[in-house]
């Protein structure tokens, strides 16, 4: 009988340590002052930042296979954003832009080409021949999307629609740029002749690749208030 009584207490003694870990492992962490932690994990707060009603990224397009396409897959990027053409004069400048694609895309830029036969019929070819063609000659990387008009009238791309709403300019030639911001805001506007070697044209990429993402200063610059003994007198004409 006493044998039995050992076996059993000893039986209870060896299931105290499992049940303590249970009991503590069902209870909430507390902090210093005996309060619930709360969790770290506050994924579920985060949120993408706002774009501008105008936002060039708020819009929706096609590869240039012809699959859907939606530009806020490049929400907080810089883009520069060109009307290509492959029998242009200018067409060469592929070699440029594959070139700053490959310097700058691991610091958040992409180049957005769009085909165009606005001028001249300078991009007659088909998806799969504009696919080849910059493939074979150029290597073209950067994405390609379908070819759009972007003179005004019926037609016009919403793409370039937005472009011009924005900067008040439309490609007057094939290979004009658009420089947009992180937000889908376009900075600037470059004419055909502006080459991706252009040093101005780099600094400013550069530059807008530094802004941070929805925590660029929007404070408008204020002239300083002359001083005392600057100001005019009061019959002093300004």
């Known amino acids: 009988m006493n044998r039995m009584m050992q076996f059993a207490a000893l039986l209870t003694l060896l299931a105290l340590p499992t049940l303590g870990v249970v009991a503590q492992d069902d209870k909430p962490a507390k902090d210093d002052d005996g309060k619930v932690a709360k969790s770290d994990d506050n994924s579920s707060d985060k949120q993408e930042a706002e774009l501008p009603e105008d936002s060039l990224y708020r819009l929706k397009t096609k590869t240039l296979e012809g699959e859907d396409a939606d530009l806020k897959d490049y929400q907080g990027k810089v883009t520069l954003v060109v009307n290509v053409a492959s029998k242009c004069g200018y067409t060469p400048q592929y070699t440029g832009l594959e070139k700053l694609y490959e310097d700058l895309k691991d610091k958040g830029f992409v180049i957005l080409g769009f085909p165009s036969n606005d001028f001249r019929g300078q991009e007659p070819g088909t998806p799969e021949e504009i696919r080849k063609f910059c493939t074979d000659k150029y290597e073209v990387t950067f994405p390609l999307f379908e070819k759009v008009q972007t003179k005004e009238g019926d037609g016009q791309s919403p793409i370039y629609a937005n472009l011009k709403k924005q900067s008040e300019e439309l490609p007057s030639w094939n290979f004009c740029k658009y420089l947009v911001g992180k937000d889908g805001k376009v900075i600037k506007f470059y004419a055909s002749k502006v080459t991706p070697e252009d040093a101005d044209l780099r600094k400013e990429i550069e530059a807008a690749l530094k802004v941070e993402y929805g ?24």
């Open 215 to 238: 925590k660029a200063d929007k404070t408008e610059d204020k002239p300083e208030k002359p001083a005392e003994g600057d100001q005019p007198d009061k019959g002093e004409k300004k």
